[in-house]
């Protein structure tokens, strides 16, 4: 059928309201109109629990869907290296004071009663301390393995962890002060300078475990399925 031409006014009209090719088509009554082509698209929506400056969820995740990978912080990451470090360090000084104590047993043991005796107390109280330092030193190595999927809760203990080795590290630079005040040669204070250098780098390692960790909340609080 032909409807005559453009600019006859007497041809026959297309029949109105139906839009020509390329206009965007009317949405029926009771439907939300739909953005077509080179209109502005609606933002994703977020997901709950999603860490700040994330709209559509946690990074890594297409659209935010749970359980979409997110990466462990810097900070954390550094308190896990440390933890694995220190939790280490402990292991091998237990190890050390259960052989110091076994040696030093073995070299009384020739000896008269009273030193055998002597030797075999000191060779079981080494035993004794070697095995409490790698018991202590699961603490930090079961921590810092578990980061990697864990919750609040390895979160929580990294933090004590740290708190606790800060506060010791503390305590041995006050005490190592106060022998070095009280100490009269200039070789005496010289030591005591040096012993403290110890606490010193343990209260840096404590510092950045406690910091680290205290700033991977969001991390931490990631929904996991």
Known sequence: MSFGEPQNPYGQQPPQGQPGYGYPQQAPQ?????????YPQQAPQSYPGAPAGYPGGYPGGPGGYPGAHMEMP?????????LFIVGGLQVLGGLFVIIGGAVFAAVLSDSSSSAQDAGAAAGTAGVIVGLAFIGFALWPILTAAKMGKGRGGVRASGIIYGSLQILFAVLGIVLNLIAFGAADDTTGGGLTLVSVLPSLVSLALGLTIVLGLAKAGDYFRRPQY
């Open 74 to 82: 810097g900070g954390a990451k550094a308190a896990r290296v440390i």
């Open 30 to 38: 009771g439907v939300p109109p739909q953005g077509g082509y080179g």
